[in-house]
C-alpha cells in the first residue's frame, strides 16, 4: 500500500552543540536526524498515518544512519536513493541561551560540492509512487540547487496533475541561494502550484513584505493557495483559507530546549488532521500540540511524540481530544 504522506526534499545530518553556547565555545556536537520534510514525514508515521520519502543519501555511514531512522520510525524508503560519489549533507547547529533560537552552518553547496541534498534528479522519480499520495509535503531548501531543483519541480507538477495536494514550507535559508531574486523566482512558483502553505513569521514578512499574519496570508492566497499558515513560535499560530475562514490560537506553554524542528513537527501535526478531514481549528491545536512537544528536547524528531504521547499531552492541558 503507498503511503498517504510523501516528503520531498533534503535529509541530512544535524549536529547539534550539547551545551547553549556559541561555536566557540561549545564543547560537542550530538549527531541527529534532520532534514525539513523527512522530519515532518517522521512525524506523520509517528501519528499514526503512513509515510514515504523521495531523497538522496550519500553512500556513508551517515547516510546509513538516516536511512536506518527512517525505517525505524516506519517511513517508507523505498524511493530514498544512495549515490556512490556523493556526501551525505551536514548541518552544525548552535542555540542562544534564552531562546532556544537556533543558527545554522551547513556543509553543501556552494560551499561543498557532491553533497546529497541537491543530487536528486528527474530520473529518481516514480510518478506511481507520488500518484498513490493524499499529499506531497515539499521543502524549499532543497529547490535552491539543481538538480534536485528540476526534480522537485517535476514531482510537484506531477501531483497536481494527479490530483494530489501539495504542501510547501520554505524553510527559508538566505545564504544558501544564489540571490534573492532566485529565491523569490521559484517560491512564488511553488506557491502557485500548492493547495497549503505554512511559513514561520521571518519566512512571511521576508515573502509577503508584512509582518502581519492576516495580511501576509492573504497576499499568499492570491497565488492561488488554498489553506496558509503561519506558525509564531511562542505566539501560537495563525491559519486562513481561501473561504476566509481565520483560526488563531495560541501556542502551549512550555520550556523550550531546542527549537530545531519545531515548525515541521506542526506540519506533520497539521497535515495528519488534514488526513483524518478534522475541523481548522482541531488541526491548528493538534499542530500547536506536536511544535510545543518537539522543542522540549534536543534535536529534530527527538520529541515529536507518538500518538499516546500526544494524547497524554492534550489531557495535562485540560483539552479533550484523541488522535
Request: charged residues 25%; contains cysteine.
Given at each position: 500500500m503507498l503511503p498517504e504522506v510523501v516528503g520531498i526534499g533534503e535529509v541530512l545530518i544535524d549536529f547539534v552543540a550539547t551545551e547553549p553556547v556559541s561555536y566557540i565555545e561549545v564543547p560537542a556536537f550530538q549527531k541527529c536526524f534532520g532534514g525539513a520534510p523527512m522530519n515532518t514525514i517522521v512525524g506523520v508515521a509517528r501519528l499514526g498515518s503512513s509515510s514515504g520519502a523521495i531523497t538522496v543519501v550519500g553512500e556513508d555511514p551517515f547516510g546509513?544512519?538516516?536511512?536506518?531512522?527512517?525505517?525505524?520510525?516506519?517511513?517508507d524508503t523505498s524511493q530514498v536513493k544512495v549515490k556512490k560519489g556523493t556526501l551525505t549533507t551536514l548541518a552544525f547547529v548552535a542555540n542562544e541561551p534564552e531562546t532556544g533560537e537556533r543558527s545554522f552552518i551547513f556543509y553543501r553547496k556552494p560551499w561543498v560540492n557532491g553533497t546529497s541534498d541537491s543530487a536528486l534528479s528527474i530520473d529518481d522519480i516514480d510518478t506511481e509512487y507520488i500518484k498513490g499520495a493524499e499529499i506531497l509535503?515539499?521543502?524549499?531548501?532543497?529547490?535552491?540547487?539543481?538538480?534536485?531543483?528540476?526534480?522537485?519541480?517535476?514531482?510537484?507538477?506531477?501531483?497536481?496533475?494527479?490530483?494530489?495536494k501539495v504542501s510547501f514550507d520554505p524553510t527559508l535559508r538566505l545564504d544558501v541561494w544564489r540571490s534573492e531574486r532566485t529565491i523569490r523566482k521559484f517560491y512564488n512558483l511553488m506557491l502557485r502550484l500548492s493547495d497549503i502553505a505554512t511559513f514561520?513569521?521571518?519566512?512571511?514578512?521576508?515573502?509577503?513584505?508584512?509582518?502581519?499574519?492576516?495580511?501576509?496570508?492573504?497576499?499568499?492566497?492570491?497565488?492561488?493557495?488554498?489553506?496558509?499558515?503561519?506558525?509564531?513560535g511562542v505566539n501560537?499560530?495563525?491559519?486562513?483559507?481561501?473561504?476566509?475562514q481565520i483560526i488563531n490560537i495560541p501556542a502551549f506553554k512550555v520550556k523550550a530546549v531546542d527549537t530545531t524542528g519545531a515548525g515541521d513537527g506542526w506540519n506533520a501535526g497539521f497535515l495528519v488532521g488534514i488526513l483524518k478531514k478534522w475541523?481548522?481549528?482541531?488541526?491548528?491545536?493538534?499542530?500547536?500540540?506536536?511544535?510545543?512537544?518537539?522543542?522540549?528536547?534536543?534535536?529534530?524528531?527527538?520529541?515529536?511524540?507518538?500518538?499516546?504521547?500526544?494524547?497524554?499531552?492534550?489531557?495535562?492541558?485540560?483539552?479533550?481530544?484523541?488522535?
Open positions: 546509513q544512519f538516516l536511512v536506518q531512522e527512517l525505517k525505524k520510525n516506519n517511513v509535503h515539499v521543502s524549499g531548501f532543497a529547490l535552491s540547487q539543481n538538480p534536485s531543483r528540476k526534480a522537485i519541480i517535476f514531482a510537484v507538477k506531477q501531483a497536481k496533475k494527479e490530483g494530489v514561520s513569521r521571518e519566512e512571511s514578512s521576508f515573502l509577503f513584505g508584512t509582518a502581519n499574519p492576516k495580511k501576509a496570508a492573504e497576499k499568499c492566497l492570491r497565488l492561488g493557495v488554498k489553506t496558509v499558515g503561519i506558525k509564531l501560537g499560530a495563525f491559519v486562513m483559507t481561501k473561504e476566509r475541523d481548522l481549528e482541531t488541526c491548528v491545536i493538534v499542530a500547536n500540540a506536536v511544535g510545543a512537544l518537539v522543542v522540549t528536547k534536543r534535536g529534530a524528531i527527538t520529541a515529536l511524540p507518538f500518538k499516546n504521547e500526544l494524547n497524554d499531552f492534550l489531557s495535562q492541558q485540560n483539552i479533550e481530544l484523541r488522535i
